[in-house]
C-alpha cells in the first residue's frame, strides 16, 4: 500500500518544540529527497525542509535554525524537529517527495502554536 502518514502534532506554547514523524511507504521512501510542507490557514501550501538520500538538508528562511529534518532509512520515516515555534508556525505539516510532491497527499498532523 503506498501512502504518507504524518504524525505528532499538538497544541504547543510559543517557544515550545514538537517532533513531527512521517512514515512513508518504502517506495516513496525509496524515490529520493523528502521533505515536510506546510499549509495555514486561508494560504498555500509551502515548503519547510527537505533532506536528500545521503543527509543533506534544505530549509525555508523562515524555519532556519529552529528546525531539523533527518530521515531513518530503516524505518521508512522522516523527523521534523522543531524548536522555539512561533505562533506563524501553526499549520497542518505534509510530507512528501521532493522538489517534486506526488499526486496525492497523507492527512496530514495539525500543529498549533497559540498562547
Known amino acids: 500500500q503506498v501512502q504518507l502518514v504524518e504524525s505528532g502534532g499538538n497544541l504547543v506554547q510559543p517557544g515550545g518544540s514538537l517532533r513531527l514523524s512521517c512514515a512513508a511507504s518504502?517506495?516513496?521512501?525509496?524515490?529520493?529527497?523528502m521533505a515536510w510542507y506546510r499549509q495555514a490557514p486561508g494560504k498555500q501550501r509551502e515548503f519547510v525542509a527537505a533532506?536528500?538520500?545521503?543527509?543533506?538538508?534544505t530549509y525555508a528562511d523562515s524555519v532556519k535554525g529552529r528546525f531539523t529534518i533527518s530521515r531513518d532509512s530503516a524505518k521508512s520515516t522522516v523527523y521534523l524537529q522543531m524548536n522555539s515555534l512561533k505562533l506563524e508556525d501553526t499549520a497542518v505539516y505534509y510530507c512528501?517527495?521532493?522538489?517534486?510532491?506526488?499526486?496525492?497527499w497523507g492527512q496530514g498532523t495539525q500543529v498549533t502554536v497559540s498562547s
Open positions: 512528501n517527495t521532493h522538489p517534486t510532491p506526488l499526486s496525492f
Open positions: 518504502r517506495i516513496i521512501f525509496n524515490i529520493g529527497t
Open positions: 533532506i536528500g538520500t545521503i543527509g543533506r538538508t
